[in-house]
């Protein structure tokens, strides 16, 4: 059993280290002899037990016995130890490169990988009077009209919807990569704006107004929107000059933003957004799955067309 | 003996591994060498690094002088007819393959050997039996480790044609009685080739006064370079021998049908040498003999029976070979009842920096045959000390107590 123990953590030592390369390498010969029933001849066991008992002896008699006397014990116990611990490694290497996330779908904690947690941070939406606060797993897509909404269908069975906010960095970092999902993959698309920074509420307006007039510069007005100065977004002047650069009629645009009945529906598609649940910015669902906090690429691709989604 | 100023000598000894000084107790493996040796090396690389007995230059000229030198001083040191008689090879093995090869045997002859040899000394006899038909007659010993004299008396006979004995055992230290066992050889009419490895750095050999045929053994093992050995062999015995390997250096001339062969020690010479290790060796000579036989003799003695007397003493020890410490040279091989000798070998190591060695120690026959896995062997030099015999003491009474 030794043997094993030590074959799987020479092998790791050795990606770092020679002469653990060449330990291991005779590890795996008496592994190799061991499950063919021959006898570990090489001493290799028994060389790596010296070891380890007397490098314990320099501190301590009485444990270098305990380890030598209980040795096999002991490697078992490592082995379970180890196994479990692989396995729990392993799924958090298989949850990363699936959810973005060590810990699973939305599930913040460290992250080897994501050591700032940067695939689930959100710009937190304004706290909402409940006794308990949302989690991941209130969001749901079932009492929202998604029809109230901005959207490209290119007649898909699978539907992906982006609640983001013009004015929030995770926002801003996620748009480009869910445009491109939009480009790559045959997916209908819906967008939602949630303003929940301070001042955004115009943004809104306007989004509704150029989509009334021209539902194709609205996607323009994303590009513009996410990738521009977050200064500009709270300019009128700004938004207005960009609408008029994409076509949209300035008149019109205006008394449209001035209109009651476009700050009313408006109203009603925030909230329509938050009977979702959302709690931050980005959050986005596909196929009506929650995904909160900017992605990599590969895991909305992955929800869009599965793990292989390279092959398609 | 005050030996602190032949322990400054040599480099090893004056460092330290985590913090702790190093505990050399490997010294039938080989021993470590003084800083004269290798220099004498260093020397060598460093200012003539040239061909002997081939240019005509002067650097040619002078390691030509240098390695001669260090063959006249051996032929000296072993008291040789002459300088002719010393054969330089890489080690001991390399002299006993070649008295196999070189040797005129017939099928049917016989060569004796002990029941306790170096596979040095018995491999090369089981390929000449394989390849010549000789046969191989297993001088028994006792369980003090001398050899059975009666009994070897009783197995020569005319076929006898060599006895070919380790001089010093390398697995107990007992050294045999070399004159008597080649007189009674002599007077069968065979020859007597001795494996000195573990004798000649320990102890005065005059081969003329053994009258021994052919002697073989180590650089490593007597403070010299690893890589370079002697093959002594009384001249006429030697004009005799077939070379075993030949090439450059072994003929005078050559045509492209014959050749005629140089005579000893040239013709056993064959191809460029270890200058550097025969230059080396030289120096080691040197300075075996600054230290002096006596004195080396003296400090084992000293040391085994500290040393071999207290681990006697310990209930699951048992040590190999004759239990007076005098017979058995530098030697203390012992096992620990239900103890792994690698392991305990291991830990001395990791512990206090003692260095020993664990296993069959080559001799893989005598444990096969007693059914003993293998013991842990450790062989002084005379620049260990009764301070380092305290240390291995104290260190092993802990590993036992763990193991």
Request: hydrophobic share 40%.
């Amino acid at each position: 059993m030794f043997c094993i123990a030590s074959f799987l953590v020479l092998s790791i030592l050795g990606i770092f280290s020679a002469s653990n390369r060449q330990l291991a390498r005779e590890a795996l010969d008496c592994v190799l002899r061991r499950v063919t029933f021959r006898p570990c001849n090489t001493g290799f066991d028994q060389k790596m037990k010296a070891k380890l008992v007397g490098g314990v002896l320099t501190r301590s008699e009485s444990a270098a016995s305990f380890i030598n006397k209980n040795f096999e014990i002991l490697s078992w116990i490592f082995i379970v130890f180890f196994a479990v611990s692989s396995f729990f490694a392993l799924r958090g290497i298989y949850y990363y490169y699936v959810y973005g996330s060590c810990n699973g779908l939305n599930q913040t904690g460290f992250c080897a990988f994501d050591p700032k947690g940067q695939n689930n941070a959100v710009s937190a939406a304004p706290l909402q009077c409940k006794e308990n606060p949302p989690t991941a797993a209130d969001l749901t897509l079932k009492d929202v009209d998604l029809s109230l909404f901005p959207q490209i269908n290119n007649d898909s069975k699978d539907t992906m919807v982006f609640l983001g906010c013009y004015a929030c960095d995770y926002s801003r970092k996620a748009y480009p990569v869910i445009m491109k999902l939009v480009d790559n993959f045959p997916v209908n698309f819906v967008f939602a704006h949630y303003p929940i920074k301070e001042n955004s509420d115009y943004n809104s307006l306007a989004g509704e107004c150029v989509t009334q007039q021209d539902p194709q510069a609205l996607w323009k007005l994303n590009d513009i929107l996410f990738s521009t100065e977050k200064t500009n977004l709270s300019d009128p002047t700004f938004i207005q000059k960009t609408v008029v650069d994409l076509g949209v009629d300035l008149p019109t645009f205006l008394k449209c933003v001035e209109d009651p009945a476009t700050e009313a529906k408006v109203k009603n598609q925030i909230t329509d957004i938050t009977k979702t649940g959302i709690f931050g910015t980005p959050t986005v669902f596909i196929n009506g799955k929650p995904l909160v906090g900017p992605k990599p690429y590969r895991v909305y691709a992955i929800s869009l067309a599965g793990l292989f989604y390279w092959l398609k | 003996m005050n030996n602190q100023s032949f322990r400054d000598d040599f480099p090893v000894l004056q460092e330290e591994r985590k913090g702790k000084p190093i505990v050399y107790f490997d010294n039938a493996c080989q021993t470590l060498r003084p800083a004269s040796v290798i220099e004498a090396v260093d020397g060598y690389y460093r200012h003539s690094s040239a061909c002997v007995g081939r240019s005509n230059h002067k650097l040619a000229e002078e390691v030509t002088r240098a390695c001669e030198d260090s063959r006249s001083r051996l032929a000296k040191f072993l008291h040789a007819a002459k300088k002719e008689e010393i054969i330089f090879t890489r080690n001991t093995t390399e002299g006993i393959n070649l008295v196999a090869h070189s040797f005129d045997f017939k099928k049917g002859d016989v060569v004796l050997i002990s029941d306790k040899e170096h596979n040095s000394n018995l491999i090369p006899w089981q390929m000449t039996a394989k390849r010549v038909g000789i046969e191989i007659g297993i001088i028994p010993t006792g369980s003090d480790g001398l050899l059975d004299l009666d009994e070897y008396r009783k197995m020569l006979n005319p076929r006898v044609k060599l006895v070919s004995l380790g001089m010093t055992s390398n697995l107990d230290g007992v050294t045999i009685s070399g004159r008597e066992i080649i007189q009674a050889a002599h007077k069968n009419g065979s020859l007597v080739l001795l494996d000195a490895a573990q004798s000649v750095p320990h102890m005065s050999i005059d081969v003329r006064l053994l009258d021994v045929d052919f002697l073989a053994f180590s650089g490593h093992k007597m403070m010299g370079p690893s890589g370079i050995g002697v093959l002594y062999g009384k001249y006429a015995l030697l004009e005799k021998l077939e070379p075993f390997l030949v090439g450059g250096e072994t003929v005078a001339y050559s045509t492209y049908s014959d050749c005629h062969f140089l005579p000893p020690p040239e013709k056993f010479e064959a191809g460029l040498q270890n200058y550097a290790g025969i230059i080396g060796l030289g120096a080691a000579v040197d300075y075996l003999q600054r230290v002096g036989f006596d004195a080396i003799r003296k400090q084992e003695q000293l040391l085994n029976s500290a040393l071999g007397s207290r681990l006697a003493e310990m209930p699951r020890v048992k040590i190999f070979g004759p239990a007076d410490a005098a017979l058995r040279g530098g030697i203390v091989n012992f096992t620990v009842e239900k103890a792994d000798h690698h392991q305990v070998a291991i830990m001395l190591d990791q512990v206090a920096n003692i260095a020993v060695r664990s296993g069959q120690h080559c001799v893989h026959s005598w444990f096969n045959s007693r059914g003993i896995a293998g013991s842990v062997r450790a062989s002084l030099y005379f620049y260990n000390t009764l301070a380092e015999v305290e240390i291995f003491l104290e260190t092993f009474q802990k590993i036992i107590k763990v193991v």
